[in-house]
């Protein structure tokens, strides 16, 4: 097979940012970055428990000082607050502001119209398939980014690829 994965996985990123930027709903919240709405759509969906840093940095595989950097921007942009919690001041609990919650409903209707016209005759047993393999992959990365941080980083063939 000549086609690669970054490449396709590239080319419909690229796509789906550009849908959600042609899209007249979303053209309110043009202040708020992918990443930023990905935050607050996990907030808005654990609403129910305290949130964390650490909890970001799992949910998103990314690390802390990208995190940080992220947090400190949503605050200055009044989208999130920091709460100490009382057991332990170093931990800051996070939760999205009224500013935050109106974004994040802006943003919810508009991306389900995304991901449908995404999807148009792509079966539920593909999407099953497609969300497996996708699954598979990332487990993969993750599996390969921690070896390599214990083997002083080997890379695989290029054969392997």
């Given at each position: 097979?000549?086609?690669?994965?970054?490449?396709?996985?590239?080319?419909?990123?690229?796509m789906l940012k550009r849908a959600a930027e042609n899209c007249p709903e979303l053209q309110l919240t043009a202040s708020l970055t992918g990443t930023h709405g990905?935050?607050?759509?996990?907030?808005?969906n654990h609403t129910e428990q305290d949130v964390f840093q650490r909890d970001l940095e799992?949910?998103?595989?990314?690390?802390?000082?990208?995190?940080?950097?992220?947090?400190?921007?949503?605050?200055k942009?009044?989208?999130?607050?920091?709460?100490?919690?009382?057991?332990?001041?170093?931990?800051?609990?996070?939760?999205?502001?009224?500013?935050g919650r109106a974004l994040h409903q802006a943003t919810v209707c508009a991306?389900?119209?995304?991901?449908?016209r995404a999807l148009t005759g792509v079966s539920e047993e593909e999407q099953a398939v497609f969300f497996g393999v996708l699954d598979k992959i990332k487990s993969n990365l993750s599996a390969q980014e921690?070896?390599?941080?214990?083997?002083?980083?080997?890379?695989p063939s290029e054969e392997d690829s």
């Amino acid at each position: 097979m000549d086609r690669k994965l970054g490449f396709e996985v590239r080319c419909a990123s690229i796509m789906l940012k550009r849908a959600a930027e042609n899209c007249p709903e979303l053209q309110l919240t043009a202040s708020l970055t992918g990443t930023h709405g990905y935050v607050l759509a996990y907030l808005a969906n654990h609403t129910e428990q305290d949130v964390f840093q650490r909890d970001l940095e799992r949910a998103f595989s990314i690390r802390r000082s990208t995190v940080t950097q992220i947090l400190q921007l949503m605050e200055k942009n009044g989208l999130i607050t920091r709460e100490s919690v009382p057991q332990d001041a170093r931990l800051k609990r996070i939760r999205m502001t009224e500013q935050g919650r109106a974004l994040h409903q802006a943003t919810v209707c508009a991306f389900r119209r995304i991901n449908s016209r995404a999807l148009t005759g792509v079966s539920e047993e593909e999407q099953a398939v497609f969300f497996g393999v996708l699954d598979k992959i990332k487990s993969n990365l993750s599996a390969q980014e921690c070896a390599q941080s214990t083997s002083g980083g080997l890379c695989p063939s290029e054969e392997d690829s």
